[in-house]
């Protein structure tokens, strides 16, 4: 089998794929070049610069697997890698501790001017007032987003004797008192802490979570840490306060626009920026490298991925016949979450009348993946979709009758906490999905 590589990719990665498979390394084409070559080539191994797109797909007459050594796929045209039944795999974990390690290097070089106290010496002035920092010791740290890397991030800052506030809907408060966090709301982190860093994935939810409401309730001496993605903090209110005096700083590695050649604050002088390198060490880029490495071995010798990205691996058979209800369950899973304020104990799913009657396990992990998407974003996948629910302690029940109602198939996804619920109902009505009922 031949893997082709077209981006720059990690020399510890090229090799485990070379120990088992011809490996050959062509970066920087145009789509033409690479619609030349694909068609010979069995897995594909990228980065951010190639774009993999459905012209590209259609091309791929061989290809099984597509390996993108890092987080985000919008490279990538998935509906079309789907169609064609090809796996798209990511590297959700590679680069996590890089990221954390960035948040603390930020939160310390903008409480002791690191950046500006080197330009200035080395412009020979000696500017030590000017210059005078703050200790972060005993200080609160807010971290919006409790995940994988604010997890790390505040598990370092209670190294430094930090007090940790957090929100995370879907962090339990069993949960908190294990990592040794206090969870509550945005607005209540925005009024106490000293830092705030933001760790959540960008979607409709977390876009401008902080805005210029959170900035005016700020305390003068708190600082904003951005080392996420672009946009959740909005960067007009960030510069408004900035300029103001509402806070006394920032330190931003991700902006809305990349490069940011309009970005408000970037020239402040109470501002310290860096151009997105939170991923950027050479560990995580072996990391990442190694673990697409990985996949793609495992895939092509028959094996099973851990970080797909679509579900194309079942059957043709069956995925035919269960398509649309992964479709319908995924819909339904995201429009229950956003009907829902808070967290929830459980996601029971029921399958009523024919469909009953199938392997419908596919089907109740897109209803999961669709729930937890509304908070998580693009980390959530197919494979990972009940691990993160587990690891949430939110319990997923399924249940199935052959007892059609209204029918010949339905299934309900319904959200529970403690005793109140909010639930949707659908069924696939010949080529459409529909939702039929939302609660009642």
Known sequence: MKVLVSDSLSEEGIAKLREHFTVDVSTGMTEDELVGLIGEYDA??????????????????????????????????????????????????GNML????????????????????????????????????????????????????GAEVARRAQGMDMKILAYDPFISEDQAKDMGVEMTSVKDIASRADYITVHTPLIKETRNIIDAAEFAIMKPTARVINCARGGIINEQALADALKEGK??????????????????????????????????????????????ADEIVSVLQGGQAKNTINIPSIKPEIMSLLSPY??????????????????????????????????????????????LENVLGSAVNYVNAPSLAKSRNINVVESKSERAVGYSSSLSIKLVKDLTFKSVTGAVVGDETKITMIDD
């Not at 390996?67 to 959700?92: F, L, Q, Y």
């Not at 050649?261 to 990442?288: K, M, R």
């Open 98 to 149: 890089s990221a954390a390690e960035h948040t603390i290097a930020m939160m310390l070089s903008m409480s002791r001017n690191i950046p500006q106290a080197n330009a200035s010496l080395k412009a020979g002035k000696w500017e030590r007032k000017k210059f005078m920092g703050v200790e972060v010791n005993n200080k609160v740290l807010g971290v919006v987003g409790l995940g994988r890397i």
């Open 44 to 93: 594909l191994a990228i980065r951010s610069g190639t774009q993999v797109t459905r012209r590209v797909i259609e091309a791929a007459e061989n290809l099984k697997i597509i390996g993108r050594a890092g987080v985000g796929v919008d490279n990538i045209d998935i509906p079309a890698a789907t169609e064609k039944g090809i796996i798209v795999v990511n590297a959700p974990e």
């Open 326 to 371: 992964l479709n319908l369950a995924e819909t339904m899973g995201s429009v229950v979450a956003q009907l829902v304020d808070g967290n929830y104990d459980a996601i029971e799913i029921s399958y009523n009348g024919e469909v009953a009657d199938k392997d419908v396990r596919p089907v109740t992990v897109a209803a999961i993946k669709g729930v």
């Open 247 to 292: 806070i006394a700083g920032a330190a931003v590695d991700v902006f809305t626009t990349e490069p940011p050649t309009e970005c408000p604050f970037v020239y402040l002088d109470n501002t310290i920026v860096t151009p997105h390198l939170g991923a950027s060490t050479a560990e995580a880029q072996i990391n990442v490298a190694v673990a697409v």
